[in-house]
Structures are given as structure tokens and as C-alpha cells.
């Protein structure tokens, strides 16, 4: 076990864990932010996805110990009122049906229009490739990031 | 705080007006955890009024809605909070929406599954809203002393236009609490409805898009404790031994033990598939910890032959016998092609179909099959428990809590009334969570142990559990005569461990001679109910075949469809046909319509499909074109024929979605068995359909009528199948026979 001061949402939260412990389990068993889910550990799925930096990571293959001072971003921490644009555009398209791995569609969305502000429909689907919906939303999923990204 | 009034004296609405009798109102402790929508605006009441088990109303004309069945993306949560909301005439700005939980005193069908929410709700939930309007309207009447027929209603305000008098509904909440509930109620005509019909946004999505813990995996109180279990790597095996010496020791472990889902003697439900009963639990403080024990656990398996357990079934108890033996994809294969070769069991017979082929022109004889396939909801399976004494408090993904409910209370010895069941939103289910086995688990582990604890499957776990989809085989032929009209059709099908054969739909009814049988073969693989259970099969093969004869006979697959039904719906073979042939020729004819079929640019490849099942009719057109070589769906035009459509941009959203999981089931999905073991594990080695498959564009076309709403979760999905196979076949010349896909062949 070891103390981490990790800099999540703006805050610094302390942990005391086994440093190889995923980023996931820190954020959902220690620190009780459960909208980073937890889909397939083996990060194919991207239902963990949160942000490092500004960078969408799988959050299952992220060991506590890798993170140091770096920024993590959660759903938690997009918004406040869940007004960011990529969110508003998500209720707009009235997205989610289970909604069990939008969080993690909407973190990646996120960092994708961070780096590209107007992604053409390949740079879409190939930023999103690795965020899987079982009840199939892609086409709102795109139709929601071209509409944040008009924003 | 606000103060829940309720009037525990009285009858429920739904047992006293549609059971005559049933129990008291009892338990409100699901109460007590009622939250609203942290984005409402809305301003809570200091009071509310309990009407009856569907809705309470707050002095300030704020009106809480339960949900009664469990979401599992289908979208119930907000659709059949509409129904109440429609007849008890307010503006749905002011309805709360909360899931109510494992109630059967209070809600009659809590279950999801069958495509049936809708449609069973349909009477009682609007009866429930037109019950209450009636209730406040009965309380303005006494209150302004007028007879009852002269109050109107208007959005939450009651009017009595005599007098000039009116009052919101919270004014009169608290009266109308304390009137009897009437025996009958009037409900509205389609042509008023005002909420019915128009598209509401998810209540929950908000919640969804900022990461609120809605899901049984972020169900958690204080104290819970981390549970996951061992399970048998291959069917066949069993628990032997486990040496846990190493992993007992590992940090932030609580205990390592054994533990059975099912006590000797018990009589297993319908929902109690479960090849694994008898496990490991490892319990600890967290997730990774727990999850690092479990890989220095050393557990020895065993295999073991034939085993009989009793089943209650509608004809009593029943003797099922399983087969021993570690079983292979490859013996699965050549065991079916040995079925399929020789007569099944007849199950219907129309004219003289051995005639028919003997005076053919043309025969046309073509095998079909698909593989297992396992659910891989996004959600891996978990269940909170909290068992004490005597007392059991469970919350997680069910879509069968009443099934789940009685295998939970024998297996704890704990009276239905004493366990509490909360439902929570499902991160997908498509029938595996009707199959509640991970409930029993927890709630055994949380005795054990004597704290809450919180069981969670990894997605290895999730997957080769077991409960998968049936693997099938299906052989069709068709005799057309020397006109290429089709004479006669036979179709043999079966499967492991069960046949998929619907022997009285289409093309059932429109051929003069018709056989049709079926066969199985046991196994001691588990399945289950997978969205659209059988026709998620028989839709592919069918409409493949349906398209090929089509060809056969120089006919335009759609002009060949609608020339059966014609025939069908003008003179049906046979009394048992279970479709009607108008509703279904109307569907094709709508996405004839709206796709511009005939009308489609070079360079597009068409393929059609249309299925009948749970109660709706859909027909697809299905776009391939060819960029860079490869083929990719641009376009799916889709016509639905479900009755009234409740809320139709997430009923469009969801035949979205059963188009892209219906692509990507049949491009993909393949679970297959090396000696008892599954061969793919997790999403890395089973492929779903990513985004870039999807199509890039879905229409979404609704037939206007007035029927009583029908299934809508699960007709969309089969049809697609077979559109895809036709379009790849028109855009590369090879035809598709067995299910993925993407193995070519």
C-alpha cells in the first residue's frame, strides 16, 4: 500500500492503495466516482475511458502509480451542471438507451473535439472506434459529436 | 424533508379495480429513498399525496410517477410514465419519474422481457392516471358542492366553467387521497391523447451524461464488501477442491469459502439456468484486491456425467436430465448436419408437400445455421446484498425479480415479505438478466460474511457464466413450378439445445403445401432468451431464402413477398397462421415507399427483409455500397408497424440500435467450445459491431394506426439480418449462409 495525492476533477484526493491498482478501482472502490465504468478491464471497450491531461486514456489500464501530478478528468468533473457542450449535444440527440457507456463515449468525444474542433466523419469513427454500445447508438453517438462540435 | 401521506386502509388501485381483491398497501419503506431529478427545476412539494401505487401528487400540483418495470434501455422509464401522465391529464414538466421497486402487492407485471412492457401496461397504467384524475375531480366536486360531471380538467387545473371555480391538482391531492377508488374510469380516445404519440426526452438522461450512479454496480452503503466467484472454466466441470493458503493471505482479503446457489432438494424456476452452482467466493475490501487473490486461488475441477435436477414447470414438476461431457464446436457441427438429414418431428403439414417436390420444375434447397452467442450487456453482471437476520435487502440488475424473489427466498429460508428488492437501471440485459442466478450468489456470500457486500463478475466472468443464445440449424426448400409460382416449402430446423422453429408464421399460410419439422439435441450448455429469442435466427435464414427463390423465379423480392401475403390474407392454408398478412404486406409496402426502392443509384446494393414477431411487423431496406474496396452499409430504411407509437424518437432511437446489434450479431457474433470451454472470453476476442460498421444513416418510418401498442424492443432486430445478407449478396455475388458472416460463408 502506498499514499497517492492524486489531482482528480481540480481537487486533490488522497489514496492509500497498492500502487499497481487501476485508475478505475481507485476512482470507483476509494474514491466512490462511479461514472467511470467498469465494462471489459482489458481496455477495448472504453467505458473507463477519463481523461490524463487532455488525453482520453482507459482509465482500467492506468495503474495509480503512472498518474504522479498529472490532471485526471472524470464525468464527474466535465461540468458542474452537466451544460458542457458535448453533454448538452448528448441530451439534444436524446443519445443514451442503457446509458452504461456513454460516460465513456462522451470522454473520448470530449478529448477528440478538444484536439480537432470540426473531425470529419473518419476522424470520428476512428476516435470512437475502441468506445463499444451494446444497443447500438453510433449513429446518434456521431450525429451528437458533429452538433458539440458545431457549438 | 416533505412528508409522504399515504392511506394504508385502502386497496392499492391496481388490485382493487382489475383483480377484485389482492393486499393491503404495505411496505413503504421503498419510500424513503425517493429522489428527485437533481436537474428538475421544479419545486418539491411540503406534502405529497399518495393517489395510488402508480402516483403520488404534491400539494404544489408536482406529480410523482413510479415505473413500474425494470430499464434496461428499452426506454419504460419514460415511456410508461407517460400512459399515467396522459390520462391523469397534466403537463409532463411537472412529473417526476421514479423507478419504483420490487413491488407485486402494488404492480401486477415487473417484469422486462418479451418486448411486452407497453403493451401489458397499456390498460393499468392509464387506468392508474385516469383513476386519479377521477379521484380529484370527485374531491372538487364535494369540495364546491357540484355535481361531479360538470368538472373538467386541463393540464393539472380541474374546472368547474358554471361557477368560474378552479384548483390545481395539489390543492385538491390531499381530498382526493381520502376518496374511495372508483370501480370504473373512462379513458381517453387516440385521437385526444397529447402525451401519447409525441417524443419525450429519457428522464434519466441527464443523470446518464454526468455519471450519476444509476447502475447496480454503483448500488453501495456503508461497510460493503467486495465478492467475486470462481467459477468452472469449461461446461462439464465441477468444483472438486481449492487450496486457498496463498490467496487467503494476499491484502485486504476477508474470507475464501464455498458456497451453493441451490440447496439440494430445491425445485429450480424457469429463470434458474445456471450450469455453475456450485462456486468459490472470494471476499475482500476492494476490487483489485479481490481480483489479485482470485489469481493465486488453486481450484481443482472435475468432470462428471448425466445429472437431474426437478424444474417447476405449468404442468408441475418436471425431471430434466443434462448430459455429462466436455463438448466441442466442431462435434456440435457434425451432430446437427447428422439431425438435419434425417425426418425431424413433424409439427405442421399443409397439402401434400412430398407431392409438391416430386411435380417441382425447379427445387431450391439451401442450410442455414449461427453460432451460440452470449449477451455482453456493457454492465457485467453484479448484485449488491445486505442479508440479515431473517431479512434480505438486494439491488441490482434483474429483468425477472419475481422469479429472482422466490429462488432468493428459498435459498435463504426468508420470507418473500421480509426481502426488499431494488431495482436499478440495467446497463443493457437482452434477456440474460432475467436469469438471476448472481442474486442468489450475493445474498448467500453476504450471509456468509455478515455484511453488505457488493458481487461483481469481470467480463470473463460475464461471458463464460453461460445462459448464451441456442446454436441453430435450419434447412429450407422451396418447389416452384414450371410458372415459378412456389408450390410447396419444407423446413427442417433444430439446434443445441433446442429448435428455433416457428412453424406457423410466413411464409406459413400463403403455400399450399407446407411441412415443417424440427429436432434438438441435448447439451449441457446453458442458454437462454436472447433478444428476439429464435427469430433472431429464423429471420436471417428465412428472408436469405425467401430472396434466393425470389431470384429463382425471376420475381422482385418485394413483388414476391407481397404476391404470399396476398395469398395469405385472400385465402390462407391452414387456421393457424399467427401473423396477419395485411399489417405485414403494409410494412414492406411503406419501406417500398419510402426507400425509393427500384429507385436507387449505381453503385448502391439493395437487399430487403420483413419479419413478424412479438406482436409488430417490420420490414428493412438495407444499402450497401463498395469505397476502397470494402463493402459498407450507407443507408437502412426501416417500417414498423407496432399500434400506437407511446414515444417515438426513442422507440426510432431504439430500432436504431436493434439495427446496428442485428449487423453486428450477424457479421460477428460467434461463441464457439474447445472441450467444454469457451473459446472467447472478453471483447478483445468477441467482436461486437463498432461504430465504424454502423450504418450511416437509419430512417425510421412508424405505420399510423390506432391498435393497441405491440413489441417494440425486439421486432427491429431479426429482419436485418437477412436485408444484409441480400445486400451482400447483390454488392459481391456471394450469398451468405452461416452465421458470422465474416468467416465467408
Avoid at chain 1, 500502487?19 to 462511479?34: A, E, K, N
Amino acid at each position: 500500500m502506498a499514499i497517492f495525492n492524486l489531482n482528480i476533477n481540480g481537487k486533490v484526493r488522497e489514496v492509500d492503495v497498492d500502487p499497481s491498482t487501476p485508475m478505475l478501482w481507485v476512482l470507483r472502490d476509494h474514491l466512490r466516482l462511479l461514472g467511470t465504468k467498469f465494462g471489459c478491464g482489458v481496455s477495448v471497450c472504453g467505458a473507463c475511458t477519463i481523461h490524463l491531461g487532455d488525453v482520453a486514456v482507459r482509465s482500467c489500464q492506468l495503474a495509480v502509480s503512472e498518474v504522479g501530478d498529472q490532471r485526471i478528468t472524470t464525468i464527474e468533473g466535465l461540468s458542474e451542471k452537466g451544460d458542457h457542450p458535448v453533454q448538452k449535444a448528448w441530451l439534444e440527440h436524446d443519445v443514451s438507451q442503457c446509458g452504461y457507456c456513454q460516460p465513456g463515449q462522451i470522454m473520448q468525444a470530449t478529448a477528440l473535439l478538444k484536439h480537432n474542433p470540426e473531425p470529419t466523419d473518419k476522424e470520428i469513427e476512428e476516435a470512437m472506434y475502441g468506445n463499444l454500445c451494446r444497443c447500438g447508438t453510433y449513429t446518434r453517438i456521431k450525429a451528437a459529436i458533429k452538433t458539440a462540435a458545431s457549438s | 424533508m416533505t412528508v409522504v401521506k399515504t392511506t394504508f386502509d385502502r386497496r392499492s388501485f391496481f388490485k382493487s379495480s382489475l383483480l377484485a381483491g389482492g393486499g393491503l398497501m404495505l411496505g413503504f419503506s421503498w419510500l424513503a429513498s425517493c429522489k428527485v431529478r437533481p436537474e428538475e427545476a421544479l419545486t418539491l412539494p411540503d406534502e405529497w399525496f399518495e393517489i395510488n401505487a402508480y402516483l403520488k401528487i404534491g400539494n404544489n400540483g408536482v406529480v410523482t410517477i413510479y415505473s413500474p418495470n425494470p430499464e434496461f434501455g428499452s426506454n419504460v422509464k419514460t415511456s410508461m410514465p407517460m400512459l399515467v401522465a396522459e390520462e391523469l391529464d397534466i403537463n409532463w414538466d411537472v412529473v417526476l419519474v421514479e423507478q419504483a421497486h420490487f413491488h407485486p402487492e402494488r404492480y401486477d407485471r415487473q417484469f422486462t422481457g418479451g418486448s411486452q412492457g407497453v403493451r401489458r401496461g397499456w390498460d393499468p397504467l392509464r387506468m392508474a392516471g385516469a383513476t386519479a384524475r377521477q379521484m380529484l375531480r370527485q374531491a372538487a366536486a364535494e369540495a364546491w358542492q357540484v355535481p361531479l360531471a360538470e368538472i373538467s380538467t386541463r393540464e393539472g387545473v380541474l374546472y368547474h366553467e358554471i361557477s368560474g371555480k378552479s384548483a390545481g391538482y395539489g390543492e385538491m391531492a390531499s381530498a382526493a387521497a381520502q376518496i374511495p377508488v372508483p370501480e370504473e374510469v373512462e379513458l381517453k380516445e387516440p385521437k385526444d391523447f397529447k402525451i401519447i404519440g409525441t417524443s419525450r426526452k429519457n428522464v434519466d438522461a441527464l443523470k446518464m451524461v454526468t455519471g450519476k450512479p444509476l447502475y447496480g454496480l454503483d448500488y453501495y452503503k456503508d461497510g460493503t464488501l467486495t465478492a467475486m466467484i470462481v467459477h468452472p472454466p469449461a461446461f462439464g466441470l465441477r468444483l472438486k477442491s481449492f487450496d486457498d493458503s496463498e490467496a487467503r493471505s494476499m491484502p485486504g482479503i476477508k474470507d475464501i469459502f464455498q458456497i451453493k446457489t441451490f440447496l439440494d432438494d430445491y425445485e429450480r424456476n424457469f429463470f434458474d439456468t445456471n450450469a455453475f452452482p456450485d462456486l468459490v467466493a472470494v471476499v475482500g475490501n476492494s476490487t483489485w484486491e479481490v481480483m489479485n487473490a482470485r489469481k493465486v486461488l488453486r481450484v481443482e475441477w472435475e468432470p462428471f456425467g448425466e445429472q437431474s435436477f426437478q424444474m417447476a414447470g405449468f404442468r408441475g414438476s418436471q425431471t430434466v436430465r443434462v448430459p455429462g461431457g466436455l463438448e466441442n464446436t466442431t462435434e456440435h457441427k457434425a451432430q446437427m448436419a447428422a439431425m438435419a438429414a434425417k425426418p425431424g418431428r413433424e409439427v405442421r403439414r399443409d397439402g401434400n408437400p412430398e407431392q409438391a417436390f416430386r411435380d417441382a420444375a425447379k427445387v431450391i434447397e439451401r442450410t442455414y445455421t449461427a453460432p451460440f452467442l452470449p449477451h455482453v450487456s456493457m454492465e457485467p453482471h453484479n448484485f449488491f446484498a445486505h442479508v440479515t437476520e431473517g431479512r434480505a435487502e438486494v439491488a441490482g440488475p434483474l429483468q425477472a425479480p419475481e422469479l429472482t424473489e422466490q429462488a432468493l427466498s428459498a435459498r435463504l429460508g426468508i420470507p418473500l415479505d421480509k426481502i426488499e428488492i431494488h431495482l436499478t437501471r440495467m446497463g443493457g440485459g437482452f434477456g440474460r438478466r432475467a436469469y438471476g442466478h448472481y442474486a442468489v450468489e450475493a445474498a448467500v456470500i453476504s450471509r456468509k460474511v455478515g455484511a453488505p457486500v457488493k458481487l461483481v463478475y469481470t467480463r470473463e466472468d460475464d461471458i463464460t457464466f453461460g445462459v448464451f443464445r441456442p446454436t441453430y440449424h435450419m434447412i429450407y426448400r422451396a418447389a416452384l413450378d414450371a410458372d415459378n409460382k412456389l408450390t410447396g416449402l419444407h423446413i427442417r430446423g433444430g439446434g443445441i439445445p433446442e429448435s428455433p422453429l416457428h412453424a406457423n408464421r410466413f411464409p406459413a399460410g400463403a403455400v399450399d403445401n407446407y411441412l415443417a419439422e424440427d429436432w434438438s439435441i441435448a447439451s449441457n450448455i446453458t442458454i437462454g432468451a436472447f433478444r428476439a429469442p429464435r427469430s433472431n435466427f429464423n429471420a436471417a435464414a428465412e428472408q436469405s431464402f425467401l430472396d434466393e427463390v425470389a431470384e429463382a423465379a425471376g420475381k422482385d423480392p418485394i413483388d414476391f413477398r407481397l404476391e404470399l401475403l396476398k395469398r395469405a390474407q385472400e385465402n390462407p392454408v391452414g387456421e393457424r397462421n399467427d401473423y396477419e398478412a395485411a399489417r405485414y404486406a403494409g410494412v414492406l409496402e411503406l419501406v417500398r415507399e419510402k426507400s425509393g426502392w427500384g429507385t436507387e443509384a449505381p453503385g448502391v446494393h439493395r437487399g430487403v427483409s420483413a419479419y413478424f414477431c412479438h406482436n409488430s411487423y417490420v420490414a428493412q431496406v438495407l444499402d450497401m455500397v463498395i469505397e476502397n474496396g470494402q463493402a459498407v452499409v450507407d443507408r437502412v430504411s426501416c417500417a414498423i408497424d407496432c399500434g400506437i407509437v407511446v414515444n417515438p424518437d426513442p422507440a426510432a432511437n431504439m430500432a436504431e440500435g436493434a439495427i446496428v446489434d442485428g449487423i453486428g450479431v450477424a457479421m460477428y457474433g460467434d461463441m464457439s467450445f474447445t472441450d467444454g470451454k469457451p473459446d472467447r472470453d472478453n471483447l478483445d476476442s468477441y467482436e461486437l459491431i463498432r461504430t465504424s460498421d454502423a450504418p450511416r444513416k437509419i430512417d425510421v418510418h412508424f405505420v399510423k394506426n390506432e391498435i393497441d401498442p405491440t413489441g417494440m424492443g425486439e421486432p427491429p432486430f431479426p429482419p436485418v439480418m437477412g436485408a444484409l445478407a441480400n445486400a451482400l449478396y447483390r454488392a459481391t455475388g456471394k450469398r451468405h449462409y452461416h452465421q458470422p458472416f465474416i468467416n465467408g460463408e
